[in-house]
């Protein structure tokens, strides 16, 4: 794997990390509901749906939600570290 790759690889892992943290704070936010963020959360929490709320959006269009009982699971997070997944392995291959 060459430099180009790895640097590539390096980004796409930083961003599976940022789509990690983004999970993290949909579930704080959605199992407590009187959940109120201090200032420095929403700090936080800004740049991360920022980066991540174009793919996911995106995915969220494409990709219908899947009914659970009286629920509805969005599973575009999840698709997308699928692809992100795939994406670095295609990466790790590449010869520059």
């Known amino acids: 794997m060459g430099n180009i790759a790895l640097l590539i690889a390096w ?3 930083i961003y599976m990390f940022v789509l990690i ?14 959940f109120s963020p201090p ?4 700090i936080i929490a800004e ?21 659970l009982g009286n629920i509805r699971l969005d599973i ?5 570290f699928f692809i992100l997944s795939i994406l670095r392995a295609l990466v790790t291959l590449l010869p520059f």
């Open 11 to 13: 980004i796409i892992d």
């Open 21 to 34: 943290a983004r999970i993290v704070i949909e579930m704080i936010q959605s199992f407590s509901r009187s």
């Open 39 to 42: 200032k420095w959360f929403y």
């Open 47 to 67: 740049p991360i749906f920022a980066v991540t709320d174009p793919p996911v959006k995106l995915l969220r269009r494409i990709i219908p939600t899947m009914p």
């Open 76 to 80: 575009s997070v999840i698709v997308l």
